[in-house]
């Protein structure tokens, strides 16, 4: 009877043991999302306490730099014409402005820092708007051709530069491509701009001043209105059009529909940052010349990692910034495009986004 009892009190034991068991297993079952939670927030918090601003940084992207580069700044007028696309080298750009020229056609002002490319074009003629862009910048002004009036303004020191005009189709700093007609078919080799330059003892060294950046952690935080997809209307046939791209973590740029892509390697532009400033545009002679206004501020929008945010445009050190309230407005680290737009019609009815 004791033995009974014995063997009934130890299978009430197993039972018991088994039940606990099992509740062990079902809180422990209800228990990873909880665990996962907080070992994503210790994660966090450590990545913030162990994250350090890099020692040096490129000043036109806020990326990451090896040393500190003190470099000028290479400034190439691009062709932005249809049959100058696909162009070359723009996927390096570390900023690139554009603006009308003549007519609806805009062209491009790329800046070269962070990265010298072999090649780069094609390669246009100057306009007064694009040197002050240039010169702000404190660049070498690498463009093919100019009106007389404007050359001469250049030789006598207007900014620094280097005219396609005097090596063209040199084989060292110019090149003609043969799948191209004039005057969409030239080309500089960026990598021998320096040493063109110093042959022409202009000063291939300067000391850069960054533009405002925020921190890789700040990226996360960015926040406005979801702006997927931009279109700007420079006229009823120029249309540019921006489209945001998770894989790529950036926006991918077009030209009237067509993807703006690298000829060479078919990669495509993608950018950290774009700025759409308005401004006061005017036609100044037959030829359809224009002036346009880049220091007088105005209203504009900035897109970064598919949001957009109203801003205004000021003139901080003669560079085109965004601000807020009279803030500068921090720039995601990466590439920068900025439109430049007239006045009239205007960001209202020129920019559409959804």
């Avoid at 996962?36 to 162990?50: A, L, T």
């Avoid at 404190?138 to 530069?161: C, K, M, P, S």
């Avoid at 407005?329 to 439109?339: A, H």
Wanted: negative net charge; charged residues 25%; aromatic residues 8%.
């Amino acid at each position: 009877m004791n033995k009974r009892l014995f063997v009934l009190g130890i299978a009430l034991l197993l039972v018991l043991a088994a039940c606990n068991g099992e509740d062990e297993s079902l809180e422990q079952e209800e228990t990873p999302e909880e665990n996962d939670i907080e070992e994503q927030e210790e994660v966090e918090e450590e990545v913030e306490d162990e994250y350090v601003d890099p020692e040096f940084t490129f000043p036109l992207t806020g990326e990451e730099a090896e040393q500190e580069f003190d470099r000028r700044t290479l400034a190439v007028q691009v062709n932005n014409h249809p049959a100058a696309r696909p162009q070359t080298g723009l996927i390096h750009a570390d900023i690139v402005y554009e603006f009308l020229a003549e007519g609806n056609i805009t062209r491009l002002l790329a800046l070269y820092h962070s990265h010298i490319p072999e090649k780069v074009g094609p390669v246009r003629s100057a306009r007064s708007y694009y040197i002050e862009s240039a010169k702000n910048h404190g660049a070498i002004y690498v463009y093919h051709g100019a009106a007389n009036f404007i050359e001469e303004d250049l030789r006598a020191g207007w900014v620094t530069n280097l005219n396609g005009a005097y090596y063209d189709n040199d084989q060292f700093l110019f090149k003609r491509a043969n799948h191209r007609s004039a005057p969409h078919d030239s080309y500089v080799m960026l990598e021998n701009a320096y040493e063109v330059a110093t042959r022409n003892n202009i000063t291939v060294e300067q000391e850069h001043d960054s533009l405002n950046f925020m921190s890789l952690l700040d990226v996360e935080e960015i926040d406005g209105e979801t702006a997927e997809q931009v279109e700007i209307s420079y006229s009823s046939n120029t249309r540019v059009s921006y489209q945001f791209d998770e894989a790529e973590d950036g926006y991918l740029r077009y030209s009237d529909g067509e993807q703006s892509v690298d000829l060479d390697t078919n990669e495509p532009v993608v950018l950290d940052n774009v700025l759409i400033y308005e401004t006061d545009h005017r036609v100044i002679d037959d030829v359809g010349r224009r002036d346009i206004d880049i220091e007088s501020g105005g209203n504009g929008y900035l897109l970064q990692q598919g949001t957009i945010k109203e801003i205004e445009w000021q003139t901080v050190n003669d560079i085109m910034v965004p601000t807020i309230d009279g803030e500068e407005v921090e720039l995601v680290p990466g590439q920068t495009w900025i439109n430049i737009i007239p006045s009239s019609p205007g960001l209202l009815e020129a920019v559409t986004y959804e």
